[in-house]
């Protein structure tokens, strides 16, 4: 069975970071490109970025680009997600994601129907 814990949510003030980290289990997690997702109250969940299974990839939206880093150890099966200058619409519930095709090394990583596994979700609040 496998399972995604995120941890590392809370308040900050706009302009600070955050380090959101999702732990894996349940299957080889190095075979396996990881996402981040976000959703803000009343919208749909949206693409954060994604990191490709090696490591070796990474991919952002626009909204995000510049701004936030996400890395991999798959020594300790965790993907991280940092989060500098962030901003009040950054305010959501954030989820990490296992991608659904082992050795996956297309470009599509924002779709959400090709992820098979979901954590719990971790929220992030950025004041003003």
């Known amino acids: 069975q496998v399972q995604l814990v995120e941890s590392g949510g809370g308040l900050v003030q706009a302009g600070g970071s955050l380090r959101l980290s999702c732990a894996a289990s349940g299957r080889t997690f190095s075979m396996y490109a990881m996402g981040w997702f976000r959703q803000a109250p009343g919208k749909e969940r949206e693409f954060v970025g994604a990191i490709s299974w090696g490591g070796g990839r990474t991919f952002y939206t626009k909204s995000v680009k510049g701004r936030f880093t996400i890395s991999r150890d798959n020594a300790k099966n965790t993907v991280d997600l940092q989060m500098n200058s962030l901003k009040p619409d950054d305010t959501a519930v954030y989820y990490c994601?296992?991608?659904?095709?082992?050795?996956?090394?297309?470009?599509?990583?924002?779709?959400?129907?090709?992820?098979?596994?979901w954590g719990q979700g971790t929220q992030v609040t950025v004041s003003s």
């Open positions: 994601a296992s991608h659904g095709r082992a050795w996956y090394s297309g470009n599509d990583y924002a779709t959400k129907a090709a992820y098979d596994y």
